[in-house]
């Protein structure tokens, strides 16, 4: 079912992790994981204060399941039914 389109990547990673059913640090351990261990700063990138590097980037779009077009383009639709739970 889409939802409302967010036009921030911040809002779009919201969104998802929410619809995940994930606390901000179960989202930032899952991504660090894939991420090689970085320090992932789930928080500071759902607010727009930090943006990720190419690799935190593409770990988060592996890890629910999205195309990082689906991440950072706010005219793609943004379907969580895409999403993996």
């Known amino acids: 079912m889409p939802h409302r389109m967010p036009q921030k990547l911040g809002e779009r990673l919201r ?39 190419l690799e935190s980037l593409l770990a988060c779009a592996r890890l629910v399941g999205v195309s990082t077009d689906m991440l950072i383009d706010g005219e793609v639709e943004l379907d969580l039914g895409d999403a993996e739970v």
Do not use: C, F, N, T
Request: hydrophobic share 30%.
């Open 15 to 53: 969104m998802i992790r929410e619809h995940k059913g994930w606390a901000l640090d179960q989202m930032a351990e899952a991504v660090d994981r894939m991420d090689g261990g970085r320090r992932s700063r789930v928080y500071e990138r759902e607010r727009g204060l930090r943006q990720p590097d």
